[in-house]
């Protein structure tokens, strides 16, 4: 009963650096999306998909790619790190891109990054 | 477009002591609202909802009701203990989409 899967935990990246944080879920759920978390600023929305193939912006997208080419990986691509991109990152995901009553998200346990 | 507001706190209390956690809210429209914990080093994890007005979610002692006449749903426990120490989270989901607008989250601290 994996739920969400984060990978790595923990990343220090330099400046201009590129990486990507892994993100699966084994719950067969259509819609997946990525937050940063930042103090004072709660959890603000990079991207998210809504199913397969489909992908769309958030609050904050710059600087962030994604892509969606199966039901279970969300990776999130950082092309070249800033400061600014020091966060922790979860994914998280649900069963249906409805915002209806059962919408619940299940999220990861996060990637705490750090770009020096 | 749609807010959460709640204070950032720390909120530090004693154990056994009363919790309240104020959270308001403005969206268009009858929201879905949400509170989530995060435990230290972890992810978020879903502790209540309330899909309409009126609705009270309730879980693990908390309890929160859906105020449409305020936009609120604050957050409240009778008697925290120390397991309680967490980062609470506030969020809601407009109807039609699939966005979650969260609030800034509350730090709770409770003391022995």
């Known amino acids: 009963n994996a739920g969400v899967t984060q990978t790595p935990k923990f990343q220090v990246l330099k400046t201009g650096q590129s990486m990507t944080l892994q993100c699966a879920q084994d719950m067969n759920h259509e819609y997946m999306s990525w937050y940063r978390q930042d103090p004072g600023m709660g959890l603000r929305l990079i991207h998210y998909?809504?199913?397969?193939?489909?992908?769309d912006q958030g609050e904050v997208p710059n600087g962030y790619n994604v892509s969606r080419s199966t039901t279970e990986d969300f990776p999130l691509r950082l092309l070249s790190a800033a400061p600014s991109q020091t966060s922790v990152y979860f994914c998280?995901?649900?069963?249906?891109?409805?915002?209806?009553?059962?919408?619940?998200?299940?999220f990861g346990a996060g990637t705490r990054l750090s770009v020096l | 477009g749609n807010s959460v507001t709640q204070m950032e706190g720390p909120v530090t209390l004693s154990e056994e002591a009363f919790l309240t956690i104020n959270c308001t809210y403005t969206a268009t429209g009858y929201p879905s609202l949400f509170w989530y914990v995060q435990y230290p080093g972890e992810g978020l994890q879903l502790l209540l909802k309330?899909?309409?007005?009126?609705d009270k979610g309730s879980n693990k002692g908390f309890e929160a009701t859906y105020r449409k006449e305020t936009t609120s749903f604050h957050l409240e426990k009778g008697s925290v203990q120390v397991s309680d120490s967490a980062v609470y989270f506030c969020a809601l989901i407009g109807r039609g989409y699939q966005k979650v607008t969260f609030g800034i989250g509350t730090k709770l601290q409770v003391i022995p």
């Open positions: 998909s809504v199913g397969a193939g489909i992908t």
């Open positions: 998280a995901s649900s069963s249906t891109p409805e915002g209806a009553a059962k919408n619940i998200q299940y």
């Open positions: 309330a899909t309409k007005a009126d």
